[in-house]
């Protein structure tokens, strides 16, 4: 059971251009939600956040958007540089009290590639 | 650097021997977790600490896995007699437990350990 899907594997961009990475959830009880970026041979590191009583959460290149409604997040890059490629993770974690509290379920991931 | 700190980074192992890999988290951090990740899916959640107190373990985590914190700083991650499914990226990371908002649930992860099993 999926609970954070990424749809798309792979995403490329022209540097310079805004890339969007896309993430879905179902579970409700999430109410947290997290982008991290990774590069090969190291862990995941943190990027950016939103809690759900926010739609957007902006921090310099940064934007995340949250639609709850949908179940639907999304990462924004403006402008893209070829040093943000990437594979980009998104992650959700629950309320207190809740089964999803305290971890964060994780997204299958998208490769950004920003070419120069 | 106070990141989180895993050792070793890589480590090769033949089928049914046992392997420990120690995390060292951010000073200040209270919480723990461990997370494995396999190639082309995103990390999944293993166990987490609150101190040395084990709150919560996946069903993922079987009978030859266990995870110790002891004092509450550093954890210890042991898999017995690995197999070779067991392969994977193993991931530690910590987090502030004791505020609300943001620290609470922004985990910081280090730099994961390797494991082949052959």
Partial sequence: DQQVKQNS???????????????????????????????????????????????????????????????HLSLHIVPSQPGDSAVYFCAASGSAGGTSYGKLTFGQGTILTVHP | DTGVSQNPRHKITKRGQNVTFRCDPISEHNRLYWYRQTLGQGPEFLTYF??????????????????????GSFST????????????????????????GASTHTQYFGPGTRLTVL
């Fill in chain 1, 9 to 71: 594997p792979s995403l490329s961009v022209q540097e310079g251009r805004i890339s969007i990475l896309n993430c879905d959830y179902t579970n409700s009880m999430f109410d947290y939600f997290l982008w991290y970026k990774k590069y090969p041979a190291e862990g995941p590191t943190f990027l950016i956040s939103i809690s759900s009583i926010k739609d957007k959460n902006e921090d310099g290149r940064f934007t995340v958007f949250l639609n709850k409604s949908a179940k």
């Fill in chain 2, 50 to 71: 609150q101190n040395e107190a084990q709150l919560e373990k996946s069903r993922l985590l079987s009978d030859r896995f266990s995870a110790e914190r002891p004092k």
């Fill in chain 2, 77 to 100: 991650l042991e898999i017995q007699r690995t197999e070779q499914g067991d392969s994977a990226m193993y991931l530690c990371a910590s987090s502030l437990g004791t505020s609300k």
